[in-house]
């Protein structure tokens, strides 16, 4: 595997950090205890942020988790702060770090949850003057479904009607994906340890995790260990190319859009537009024989046209031809916006994509097309970026969309490995993976691109980003950077995200580029 750029901020798994703890320790000579306690401190403060006054819950498990947590605690009193402290094992079963502050920990010794629940009483009166919630239950180690008195724990930490501060991790997210099975702590803050994880920042898990603040706890520089997933950074648009005086409309690449359907007219030209406003020197939107003048007509001016044959059953064997003709060096090929879901569209779109031997970018009806299909596209001999959304990767992948939804980094990844291509998981943590299983995660906090036609706008950003030259993992990242970006400066202009709609994306992309809405 390739390692990751440096406009990706690495976020290491479960395994990963265990690496980085151990070596810490055992080969940089940093005490365990030490860790510990600064990263008690860290939350701590936090938690003083969030919550200046009032009694505070700490719920502890028996893991270094719970150790974190138990300093919490400690200091929160040696401040003045009313903590109670309630763990989910006795002390009998704590060990190591977490029983020496355990041990260390001062006043009212902690409440242990019963395992048939007897203690569910108590505690949730206890908790009914608490004004924040410290969750030390589970760590970064995770996996799986919590069980037994953890649900019970879990249910305390979200019944409690206080702010949550989750420490390293929501309880009940798994750290290295995403995933949550069963129940989870619901954070408003989550304190994680020297880097932020996948799952803080992959759905499920990120709508669990709340802000994520990254902590330096003195782990030292030069921690062994290469990420395979990182956190898309504003630093990618520095890569991108700039047009100078020798620039010509050649030189920065030609989009050709192929698609639209009667009906669906829209999406390639607003595809075509926003490659334009992307950077493309020149776009030409290939469209049924019987919709060219439509699309002549609605602009944008810049744009070319041409029309292709088409019978009762949809575009013809002609048509690919058409299209392959025109095919050369600088051309990209953004295939599917508006084609529709007629046989013989689907059966021109699965030709066109397996002979052109041009970067393409697959989306809407282009991916539909293939459900069933996806390993056709590891045939081709040019690079290909899939653009799907949660129900479209589900039907390219034979599973339904909740079932993307639940696990969006491990099929994110297989879609990629099987087409052989970079696949572009839309959705607020937009997932963009190649078929080595590098996976780059937008950010994201664009609610404005929750309208129609956006995603035909990032397909033709990719388009013109390939068109000059991109390789496909940085075309689709920087894509996504900016397409989220132009969402977020189109709802500053418009003064609300609700009414933001799909060519206010495409106006606010030129400013995107600049800097704004980063």
Not at 177 to 187: F, Q, Y
Not at 464 to 482: E, I, K, N, P, T
């Amino acid at each position: 595997m390739e390692s990751l750029p440096d406009w990706l901020t690495p976020l290491p798994d479960a395994e990963s950090m265990r690496a980085v703890d151990r070596w810490a320790i055992e080969e940089r000579g940093v005490a365990s205890l030490e860790l510990m306690e600064r990263a008690g401190a860290g939350v701590a403060r936090t938690v003083e942020r969030v919550s200046p006054d009032g009694p505070v819950a700490v719920v502890c498990g028996k893991g270094n988790n719970g150790g974190d947590g138990l300093v919490v605690a400690r200091l929160l009193r040696q401040a003045g702060r009313e903590v109670e402290v309630v763990c989910s094992s006795p002390p009998e079963e704590f060990s190591g770090d977490a029983l020496e502050n355990l041990k260390r920990l001062e006043g009212d010794p902690p409440l242990a949850l019963s395992a048939e629940g007897s203690t569910g009483a108590r505690i949730a009166e206890r908790f009914e003057r608490v004004t924040v919630v410290v969750d030390a239950l589970l760590g970064t180690g995770f996996e799986g479904e919590p069980r037994g008195v953890m649900v019970e724990a879990i249910d305390r930490v979200n019944e409690a009607g206080a702010p949550v501060v989750s420490v390293d991790v929501p309880s009940g997210v798994d750290a290295s994906t995403g995933v949550v099975r069963g129940r989870a702590v619901r954070a408003a803050v989550t304190v994680t340890f020297h880097a932020a994880k996948p799952g803080l920042w992959i759905r499920p898990g990120k709508a669990h995790a709340g802000s994520v603040e990254t902590l330096d706890i003195g782990i030292p520089r030069g921690a062994p260990g290469a990420a395979e997933v990182g956190l898309l950074e504003r630093s990618v648009l520095e890569t991108l190319p700039r047009r100078g005086a020798s620039s010509t409309k050649f030189s920065s690449g030609h989009v050709l859009v192929v698609g639209g359907s009667r009906g669906l007219t829209g999406a390639p030209r607003m595809c075509a537009h926003a490659s334009m406003r992307a950077g493309a020197g020149y776009v030409t939107a290939y469209v049924p024989v019987s919709l060219q003048e439509i699309l002549a007509t609605a602009g944008p001016p810049e744009m070319m046209t041409r029309g292709l044959a088409e019978d009762a059953d949809g575009l013809t064997a002609e048509s690919v031809a058409a299209v392959l003709r025109e095919l050369r060096p600088g051309v990209a090929l953004a295939l599917g916006p508006g084609l529709g879901r007629a046989d013989g569209a689907f059966v021109f779109a699965r030709a066109l994509a397996r002979q052109a031997a041009v970067a393409l970018v697959l989306d809407a009806d282009g991916l539909n097309a293939h459900a069933g299909h996806l390993g056709e596209l590891a045939m081709r001999e040019a690079p290909s970026v899939l653009t799907p959304h949660a129900g479209e990767l589900g039907r390219l992948l034979g599973i339904d969309s909740q079932e993307v939804d639940r696990e969006r980094l491990k099929h994110v990844r297989s879609a990629a490995e099987l087409a052989s291509a970079t696949v572009v998981l839309k959705g607020d943590d937009t997932l963009i993976a190649d078929s080595s299983g590098r996976v780059a995660v937008s950010p994201g906090g664009a609610p404005a691109l929750a309208t129609a036609g956006t995603g035909d706008v990032l397909t033709g950003v990719i388009a013109a980003l390939l068109a000059q030259g991109l390789d496909a993992f940085r075309a689709a990242a920087a894509g996504v950077w900016l397409h989220a970006a132009a969402g977020r400066e189109a709802a500053r202009r418009e003064g609300v995200a609700e009414s933001v709609v799909a060519s206010d994306v495409i106006a606010a992309l030129p400013a995107a580029r600049a800097g704004a809405g980063a």
